[in-house]
């Protein structure tokens, strides 16, 4: 017996699922972009004079969002 059948009686393998760099990507694109849309609105909301500044913003983020979602569906369909 080893010391190291002493300790534990498993071996984990730090490799044995592959990241998926694109689908990390896309998570972390995903989350900055849903980060900062909460920002401009909480924004928005304590500055309501700013409405013309924030607005347009808001939006752009919520289209990129949009497009996104659409092309991953897209992506979905078409890998089936």
Do not use: W
């Not at 849309?37 to 500055?47: P, R």
């Not at 808001?58 to 949009?66: D, F, P, V």
């Amino acid at each position: 017996m080893t010391l190291k059948e002493d300790i534990c009686n498993c071996e984990v393998n730090v490799n044995a699922r592959e990241l998926n760099k694109e689908e990390m990507c896309k998570k972390i694109c995903e989350n900055i972009l849903q980060g900062l849309l909460e920002g401009y609105e909480e924004l928005l909301k304590k500055h309501p004079e700013k409405a013309g500044e924030f607005q347009p913003k808001i939006e752009e983020i919520k289209q990129q969002m949009q497009k996104r979602k659409i092309s991953t569906k897209i992506k979905d369909v078409l890998s089936l």
